[in-house]
């Protein structure tokens, strides 16, 4: 492992039983519990009253099978370790999720159901979980899925907890689809209004290139390209624009990925709208960072929330109070009545007392 | 031919003389034949014999009555009075399912879901197609081909399976470890809840509020919710492919040889198998000339021509490193087509070997391939019945071809057992009972094997969630734990055998 000088890494662990115990424990006392692993993303969500429940320690992975394209690890791994062990056998989570602090696990990463710039090409988190170990909310341990890309033994409960913000149930190990790293990567820069950098995206991801990013950041359209030596040039060659020198590039994308572009910072409310990928620009008062090709958009502004929502709604999407908004109030977006139903009596089924993460997604879920 | 058919029981009709359940029929016939337009209910018994199995034909049970709803509208009258009679409701597509998903109730109603066959929009910007459930697969793709896009799942039935069902199974297909499943494919679906209240799941996003119970309805078998719309996402027509096709002396060499290929950091858009006995199948049924070997693998590339060119050389390379005898490339797009043919035409191949062929569908981690294949020739010798092997190598799903003949006493039966055994192996190398044609009523008892009682009894918790009646197609996909019980399988964990050095067939 590639650890820092400084940093002391704490030893692979299999805190299953003392999990279950501390669930047990729970349950007995009737006392709720706020499942934890580095906090890098504590910010997201509506605040969650539980009493903390720490799975950093369990940690390790457990199985990776290069020529299966496939790892297992427990929840508490931090993401870094899995991205460096993938890195050093040329492969990658092609979802490339933001990290949002040093410590970022593996658990939180997928009840969090986040991803970066390759997503709408790649897929998102939910598409590369393959299996998972679960404690639900009677305590008990239940596997779902597994270690095979092709499985539809049994309803899909593993997907069902990416994105769940750890209400339905304790990750404690997750397999997931892993994919060969590209061989060479370019990014094309191009002056571009918001307009025209929309269709533009649009009409890039309705060809057949190799389009692994594409974003749009005050005045400036960048396309990333994946794949090949011979099919990442062809590609440039077609598309023209201007290439970015390889770090200048990355760090780019990174910054895009890690919310640290100038944009991300400022007064407001940071908002996240996940919208059909062609919607034209939003009749808001922010400038939005687009990314995944159109279809996720960020913004500052202090704009009334149900117009924020109103507008992603329109255009057939919805919009996140991603951070900086009103944790006691709603920061996903309002389901309807049925749907919302439907939710209950899911998280019931999973989590009947009601112990995980109370309130962390919607109010009374 | 028929098996003995698992019992479902009913709680409506238990313990319903004749005469109650005559009665009953003729309510649900008048209450339904009042709400649904001329021509859509079906009650007499010649109508209904089209509709007693799916693909599985070696189960068959009539249906009640079969209902085939045009509209949104039309599948909630029939579900709310179905809910309010508290009678069972199996929906179906085109019938193309192999695992008995689709099975009718002789005490319940058939929901048929073909007529609604309309293609209700292609959004072309954001590269989605609205679809009723009836769309064929394959239509999809015809219909957006101008375009430039397609619809990537293709699994063997395309032409004539719908998009309703490929949702319900989760269907995969050849091209799988590149472009994914149903459900990498599908931005959202519209279902109706068995007490007829309608409900998008999903949307023209990538992503949608709350819970992914989008990913949930996929691949849960009608037992959730009936869908009667979904929005597929459309891929960019690759503009090239090209295909190697290596033959090996055994079976284990081209099993590395995949490996190899996947190591490398290629992605090969479909990554195939085919074992001797499946060679000289194709080989006998159409001029396709494959090499007389133990093991054939076809590779197939796709992308630009730049890309393409230069993977298919490397692809070649490794093929020959890994030892196979013979590698050859496809130099056009018609020689494509003619090495595919023979894999494609793998299915009606075999059913020449023999009267019936009983196909599985477990999935196991590719490394374990040469152990399995011997467990398989084993367990083939064992029950004294023919086993051959088409392997969906990329992604470790496999396709052993039970030969039998249903005519002979007792085969279907052997199949069967051998059939269970074969699955049973598969998970005890920490694999799944089914990677893309469902457990249904065909699996059911594999399931036990599979999953635990408290994991079976968290997917009926589920099911109940959505369904608190237990009336969409009951019976199939999740044991009862009873069941279980009676069937006496050993549960196993992770792989772990009980006693892993014990012989079993």
């Known amino acids: 492992m590639t650890a820092g000088n ?18 047990h424990a729970a349950l007995a006392d009737q006392r709720p519990l706020e499942i934890l692993g580095s906090g890098s993303k504590r910010f997201l969500g509506r605040e969650s009253s539980g009493q903390r429940l720490d799975i950093g320690g369990h940690r390790g992975i457990v199985t990776y099978e290069p020529s299966e394209l496939v790892m297992t690890a427990r929840s508490g791994t931090p993401l870094a370790e899995i991205e460096s062990l993938l890195g050093r056998h040329g492969q990658m989570l092609a979802f490339e999720p933001p990290h949002f602090g040093p410590g970022a696990t593996l658990g939180g990463t997928v009840a969090c159901n986040l991803a970066g710039p390759r997503r709408p090409y790649a897929g998102a988190t939910r598409d590369f979980v393959l299996g998972t170990r679960v404690i639900n909310g009677k305590g008990e341990i239940l596997r779902f899925g597994g270690e095979v890309m092709k499985n539809v033994a049994g309803y899909d409960i593993s997907r069902l907890m990416a994105g769940a913000m750890g209400t339905l149930g304790l990750l404690l190990e997750v397999s997931l689809k892993v994919l060969p790293a590209p061989r060479v990567e370019a990014t094309l820069a191009f002056e571009r209004d918001e307009p025209q950098a929309l269709v533009d995206m649009n009409r890039c991801a309705g060809r057949p290139l190799p389009v692994s990013a594409a974003a749009w950041c005050a005045g400036v359209m960048y396309v990333r390209l994946s794949g090949s030596e011979t099919g990442v040039a062809a590609a440039c060659a077609e598309l023209g624009g201007d290439e970015m020198l390889p770090d200048t590039a990355l760090a780019f994308w990174d910054a895009l990925k890690e919310q640290r572009l100038a944009a991300f910072s400022g007064e407001g409310v940071l908002w996240r709208l996940s919208l059909p990928p062609a919607t034209g620009s939003l009749p808001l008062d922010a400038e939005s960072v687009i990314d995944w090709g159109g279809a996720q958009r960020w913004l500052r502004t202090d704009e009334d929330a149900e117009r924020v929502r109103w507008v992603a709604g329109e255009a057939g999407g919805h919009a996140v109070a991603f951070k900086d908004g009103d944790r006691q109030g709603s920061v996903f977006h309002p389901m309807g009545g049925v749907l919302m139903q439907l939710h209950r009596r899911v998280k019931d089924a999973l989590d009947p007392h009601g112990l995980f993460n109370p309130g962390r997604m919607y109010a009374g879920l | 031919m028929s ?67 045009r509209t949104v509208a039309e599948v909630q009258a029939v579900l709310r009075t179905c809910h309010d009679m508290a009678v069972p409701v199996v929906a179906r597509g085109a019938g193309t399912g192999l695992s008995g998903g689709a099975l009718p109730l002789e005490q319940g109603v058939l929901l048929n879901l073909s007529r609604m066959d309309q293609v209700l929009e292609v959004d072309v910007p954001n590269r989605l197609a609205r679809v009723q459930p009836g769309v064929r697969n394959l239509h999809i793709s015809e219909r957006v081909a101008q375009h430039g896009l397609y619809y990537a799942p293709d699994p063997s039935s395309q032409i004539a399976c719908s998009i309703g069902g490929n949702v319900a199974e989760n269907a995969g297909g050849v091209h799988c470890l590149k472009y994914g499943l149903t459900v990498h494919n599908v931005a959202s679906v519209e279902v109706v809840t068995i007490d007829g209240q309608h409900v998008r799941l999903g949307g023209p996003a990538l992503d949608a509020p709350g819970y992914d119970l989008l990913a949930l309805i996929h691949g849960s078998e009608g037992l959730l919710a009936v869908i009667v719309e979904v929005t597929v996402r459309l891929l960019p027509k690759p503009v090239y492919a090209q295909v190697a096709v ?70 070649s390379g490794i093929l020959r490193d890994a030892g ?76 052993p071809l039970i030969l039998y003949d249903a005519n002979r006493e007792g085969e279907l039966q052997r199949a069967e057992k051998l059939g269970g055994e074969i699955l049973e192996a598969c998970v005890a190398a920490g694999g799944t009972i089914t990677g893309e044609h469902g457990v249904g009523i065909e699996k059911i008892d594999q399931m036990c094997v599979q999953f635990s009682p408290t994991e079976l009894q968290q997917f009926h918790d589920l099911k109940a969630a959505f ?28 792989g772990r055998l009980p006693f892993p050095d014990l012989e079993r067939f």
């Open chain 1, 6 to 23: 400084s940093v002391s890494i704490p030893p692979d662990a299999d805190l299953t039983e003392a999990l279950q115990n501390a669930i």
């Open chain 2, 467 to 494: 369904d608190p009646s237990g009336l969409l197609n009951p019976g199939k996909a999740v044991p009862t734990l009873a069941r279980c019980a009676e069937f006496g399988a050993m549960h196993v964990h992770g």
């Open chain 2, 324 to 399: 196979a005898v013979e590698v050859t490339v496809s130099r056009s797009e018609e020689e494509r087509l003619r090495l595919w043919s023979g894999r494609k035409a793998a299915f009606p191949a075999v059913g020449r070997l023999a009267p019936d062929y009983y196909c599985m569908d477990g999935t196991i981690p590719r490394r374990h391939l040469a152990r399995v294949l011997n467990e398989i020739k084993a367990l083939s010798e064992h029950y004294r019945l023919s086993v051959v092997n088409v392997f969906h190598a990329g992604d470790g799903n496999m396709h």
């Open chain 2, 3 to 69: 098996c003995p058919l698992p019992e479902i029981r009913v709680t409506s009709t238990v313990g319903k003389t004749e005469e109650e359940l005559s009665r009953r029929r003729a309510e649900l016939a008048a209450r339904l034949g009042k709400q649904l337009p001329a021509g859509t209910l079906l009650t007499h018994e010649d109508e209904l014999r089209p509709f007693e199995c799916d693909a599985l034909s070696a189960y068959r049970r009539q249906p009640l009555m079969v209902a085939m709803p």
């Open chain 2, 246 to 315: 290596a033959a090996f002396a055994r079976v284990d060499a081209a099993g590395d040889a995949v490996a190899s290929i996947i190591a490398s950091g290629v992605l090969p858009a479909g990554l195939e198998m085919m074992d001797r006995g499946c060679i000289e199948a194709v080989n006998g049924f159409l001029d396709v000339g494959y090499p007389d070997c133990a093991g054939l693998v076809l590779c197939e590339l796709d992308g630009t021509q730049a890309e393409v060119s230069s993977q298919i050389e490397a692809v």
